[in-house]
């Protein structure tokens, strides 16, 4: 062939090939297999990414859409062509792996076929469920990786230091994963990552890292987040002069310092947020420099001076929190009139009574319009009226006017704003009043899109209209406690389907509950509501009503699907529970208490925390199965009747076991000696049963014990001293047991030293009274003790109510609230012999003694009239010689004083106090003379007969103790009530919406405000 054919034939082979299009690249088999190994290690599940749409903002250019991506994968088709895959155009190797909410659930091993990718330059794996696992150890298998995002995905452990090896990273994200970052890894990191420009680790651990390392980041970078990361130490302010940041959120580390600097802050910052830290000093006037600045979050800082007038030159704001700071002086409101793109506006915490222009609050001369506001919280800003601004506000979804000083009625033009769009209001904790027709007329009925309404702790009455049922379709909590509302139910708030939270606690409604789930302490009779049915539902409170009758449990489909709180304590509900009704929910709370259920106990749930059937009938023994609910804090069965012993694991089963009442049942035996080290037992009740044997020594592993009722049971045993070693003892009742030898304790022990009531009565002990021990009682020679400030013990208790029964002057008191004011010893009904030592006058801060019933000789101490705060004093039944000291007249709160049956002598003194007292307190002792006894002294004038009022003294007397007593109990009886477990509430909206609507997540704490209850009980004389 010549040359010109040759050269034709190259011609026409060069246009061939240049008239065709290129070939798709085919993915290299051995990376294919590599995906499809790494495909079969998961499972899909949708839960494992139902955090997907909750995060969207805080995932770094992840697609958002959920679905199961590796479902589609096949051998048969081109890799490349899978869902969430990407190969290089030219060599076919994978280069880009996204698989952000695919549903993936498993762990991720260290030796995942993921590593066979070593081109790999993208790989996300946001929210998607790994298990706890780690991350892979050997990312410097991907050299060219420039962006990498595990957030999100369930990763623990520590953060490798081979992630420093990534040096051509752009973008990274590990942030809302279990993972720890050490500060050497990240110097490293820091020190290699050169180009990186955007860093999001919210919520790794970085306690262990310096936030001064932070200033050697690269000049590049744009975008930081490290919110919730446990930072600790001082901000370099230099980061706010980074020239491309736009972005930088540092919110939740409490312990991180800094000021915001005076000059020179970076040009293009969009996002300022500093919340929850401890920033401090005064927003410098620079900061009106920051014209593109969109969000400028500063809330729960430490913040001082004047709001600068530069911020109205923040003219494209869209969010501003200046929440919880100290500012001082004039705030302006022309600064935020100019903030015409505002839709965020949170101010709450700060006090603006005197502190805003009044104009604000004036409907005659609207001067402020904020056209595109949706979120405004001004709660605790001791506000007096509603602000008038808000008229103008068409497009907000939640308003938070709660906690302030507004009072009157609600004016009608409040219903009228945003009613197309308004989601959540909070008028609670303020001063309205007014009949509920006219604070919540028709137009109230047109919040089509309301999802939350709180008015309670405010006092606005009449009946409800029955609207609210008919147009609230979306509503899913309703809030009306504490008022003064009244009449029937409306019979509409049935048709409420969304309905999760309502409260309408302490008004006065009557009648029938309407068949339509708080509804405690009103006075609603009727049998339990069977015919509810709320697929959503998660807490039914019925407590302190007059429900009755049995419960069908098969009419009644117990327990809703979705119930994590069940209440329906204090009512009249008879018959028996199925033993496993709750124990395959996921009930949290359980209050059966005070009714009349019987047969056997029923089992609580795994999940549950808080479980008491105390006060009814039930019968039989505690079940061993019980042991199974490891997350139970609080259990009460009190005053039932069930029989037989206790498991062995009743002690031991669960390290959060905080409250353990077996009293007023019919149990027996010993009482098991496993008491778990690791528990958090603070309360132990077993008094009035049948238990025998000797006390546990394993109890002194209970470091956090605060109350012990061990009373009225057979134990044998010598006094504990070795409790005494417990840090936080306050309350040890022995009272009748046989306990015995209560041995002198050596001085300097340090025992008991923050015991308050100590009652060993009727039990065996003799010989002196330990003078020593006595000495050891710290917190009762504090006569400072808490009497400013009372304190209830065990506040930490999921608001559960320790009771013990101290016994006053015959009565058997029970407290069912112990104020740390309430101290007492009874050492009454034992064989104590000799003197009663002065020690006991150091006790300052006692209001009660009783030494009574036993063979006590010599006289009574001077010392004693050292007890100011001493309100009632038992001698008697001794053998006391000598004068009475007049120095006892001096204790000005001394009530109840019986020094009767003793061996006294001489003059009764008259002085002060001592003159109040009848004949009873002095009777059966030949020796003593004067008034108030019959006896005349020598020399004295025979005196009269008793009156026909002093004849009633002793009642008149009985009758004040009782009304002290009374006192005492109520003001110990405030009650805190149960409290439901924290109950997320997955509203998929940015941090500061979050925030905005953060009053969700207290609906749980306003559960736990129960009303009074009466907190005293007299068992007999």
């Known amino acids: 062939m010549g040359w010109c054919q040759i050269l ?12 065709l299009p290129f070939a798709s690249p085919l993915c290299r088999p051995h990376q294919r297999d590599a995906l499809l190994h790494f495909k079969d290690s998961f499972m899909l599940d949708s839960k494992a990414s139902r955090s997907c749409h909750l995060f969207r903002q805080k995932i770094l250019h992840s697609m ?51 590593l066979l990718l070593h081109h790999l330059q993208s790989l996300d794996l946001s929210c998607n469920d790994f298990a706890s696992s780690h991350i892979l150890p050997n990312l410097s298998a991907f050299p060219e990786m420039t962006y990498l995002n595990l957030s999100i995905s369930n990763f623990s452990g520590t953060i490798p230091s081979e992630i420093s090896c990534l040096s051509k990273l752009v973008a990274l994200d590990l942030s809302f994963s279990s993972l720890k970052l050490e500060g050497l890894v990240f110097t490293r990191l820091v020190q290699n990552l050169t180009t990186v420009r955007e860093l999001v680790l919210d919520e790794v651990n970085m306690s262990m890292v310096s936030p001064m390392s932070f200033a050697n980041l690269s000049s590049s970078l744009t975008y930081l987040t490290i919110a919730g990361c446990s930072l600790e130490g001082v901000f370099p ?59 400028l979050d500063l809330g729960m800082c430490k913040f001082t001076g004047h709001i600068p007038s530069s911020m109205a030159d923040l003219k494209q704001l869209q969010v501003l929190d200046l929440t919880w700071n100290d500012f001082s002086g004039f705030l302006d409101f022309e600064i935020l009139a100019d903030l015409k793109q505002l839709q965020v506006l949170d101010l709450s915490g700060i006090d603006l009574n005197g502190f805003l222009d009044f104009e604000i609050f004036m409907e005659t001369r609207p001067k402020y319009t904020f056209s595109k506001l949706q979120v405004v919280g ?85 009946n409800m209209p029955q609207c609210f049922g008919i147009h609230w379709k979306q509503l899913s909590e309703l809030y009306l406690q504490n008022n003064s509302f009244q009449g029937p139910l409306p019979s509409s708030i049935c048709q409420l389907s969304s309905l999760k939270g309502l409260d309408l606690s302490k008004n006065n409604f009557l009648g029938n509950m309407p068949q339509c789930f708080v509804l405690s302490h009103n006075q609603l009779s009727d049998i339990f509501p069977c015919w509810l049915e709320a697929p959503y539902l998660y807490q039914l409170d019925l407590e302190d009503n007059k429900f009755h009758g049995r419960i069908n449990f098969t009419d009644c489909r117990l327990p809703f699907p979705t119930l994590v709180a069940l209440s329906i304590a204090n009512n009249n509900f008879i018959g028996q529970w199925p033993t496993k009704v709750l124990s395959n929910t996921s009930m949290h709370v359980i209050d059966l208490s005070n009714n009349n259920f019987e047969g056997l106990i029923p089992l609580p749930s795994p999940t549950t925390f808080y479980y008491s059937i105390a006060s009814n009938k039930m019968t039989g023994k505690i079940p061993p199965l019980i042991c199974n609910a490891t997350k139970l804090e609080i259990i009460d069965l009190s005053n039932n009747g069930l029989i037989g012993t206790l498991p062995r694991c009743l002690t031991n089963f669960s390290t959060k076991l905080s409250v353990l009442n077996l009293q007023m049942n019919h149990l027996k035996g010993k009482i098991p000696q496993s008491f778990c080290w690791r528990n958090n037992l603070t309360t132990l009740d077993l008094s009035q049963n049948w238990f025998e044997g000797t006390l546990p020594r394993s109890l002194v592993n209970c470091k956090y014990l605060e109350v012990v009722d061990l009373s009225d049971n057979q134990i044998e045993d010598a006094f504990p001293t070795w409790l005494g070693t417990l840090p936080e003892l306050k309350v040890l009742i022995l009272r009748s047991n046989n306990f015995e030898n209560l041995l002198n304790i050596p001085k300097g022990a340090h025992l008991f030293s923050k015991l308050h009531i100590l009652d060993l009565s009727n039990n065996n002990f003799g010989g002196p009274l330990p003078a020593n021990l006595i000495m050891n009682f710290k917190a009762m020679m504090d006569e400072e003790n808490g009497q400013d400030k009372p304190l209830y013990m065990q506040q930490d208790n999921r608001g559960y109510e320790a009771s013990v029964n101290v016994t006053m002057k015959g009565l058997v008191i029970e ?32 209001i009660g003694l009783n030494l009574s019933h036993n063979h006590l000789t010599s006289s009574i101490p001077p010392t004693l009239g050292n007890l100011v705060n001493l309100e009632w004093l038992d001698l008697s039944s001794n053998e006391l010689s000598g004068e009475i000291p007049g120095i006892l007249g001096d204790l000005a709160f001394l009530e109840c004083l019986n020094l009767s049956n003793n061996q006294l002598t001489g003059r009764i003194p008259q002085e002060k106090q001592l003159s109040t007292f009848s004949s009873n307190s002095f009777g059966g002792n030949p020796g003593l003379c004067g008034s108030p006894l019959r006896k005349a002294c020598l020399g004295d004038a025979q ?48 941090g500061w919406l979050t925030r905005g609507v953060g009053m969700l997540e207290r609906r749980v704490a306003k559960w736990m405000e129960m009303p009074n209850r009466k907190a005293i009980k007299f068992y007999g004389q």
């Open 237 to 295: 302010y230099t980061i706010f002069r980074k020239p491309r940041l736009t972005t930088l959120d540092i919110c939740f580390n409490e312990n991180l310092f800094g000021i915001l600097p005076k000059t020179n802050w970076t040009g293009p910052l969009v996002s300022l947020s500093l919340e929850s830290t401890s920033f401090s000093g005064e927003i410098p006037s620079s900061i009106g420099n920051m014209k593109s600045l969109t969000v």
């Open 378 to 462: 001004l709660s605790f800003c001791n506000l007096t009226k509603f602000p008038y601004f808000l008229n103008s506000s068409k497009r907000l979804t939640c308003l938070d006017l709660s906690v302030n000083r507004i009072s009157g009625e609600i004016p009608k033009w409040f219903w009228g704003i945003s009613h197309d769009t308004l989601e959540i209001v909070d008028l609670s904790n303020n001063l309205l009043v007014g009949g509920i027709q006219q604070a919540l007329p028709s137009s109230i009925c047109q919040l089509s899109s309301l999802q939350l309404l709180d008015l309670s702790n405010n006092n606005l009455s009449g």
């Open 815 to 846: 407290l069912v609230k112990i104020l740390t004011i309430f101290t007492t010893i009874d050492l009454s009904h034992n064989s104590f012999q000799g003197d009663i030592p002065k020690v006991f006058g150091h006790l300052h801060s006692l």
């Open 8 to 19: 034709g034939l190259l011609c026409f082979l060069l246009s061939l090939h240049t008239s």
């Open 943 to 990: 005196p009269p007969p008793p009156s026909s009022s002093s004849s009633s003294d002793h009642e008149e007397h009985e009758s004040l103790f009782k009304r002290k007593a009374m006192w005492i109990g109520y003001v110990s009886g405030i009650v805190i009530g149960i409290s439901i477990t924290y109950i997320a509430l997955e509203m998929g909206r940015p």
């Open 64 to 114: 958002h859409t959920c679905y199961p991506k590796t479902k589609s994968w096949n051998k048969g088709v081109d890799c490349c062509s899978w869902d969430g895959v990407t190969c290089d155009s030219v060599t076919s190797n994978i280069v880009g792996l996204n698989l952000s909410c695919s549903w993936l659930r498993g762990a991720l091993h260290p030796n995942s076929s993921l």
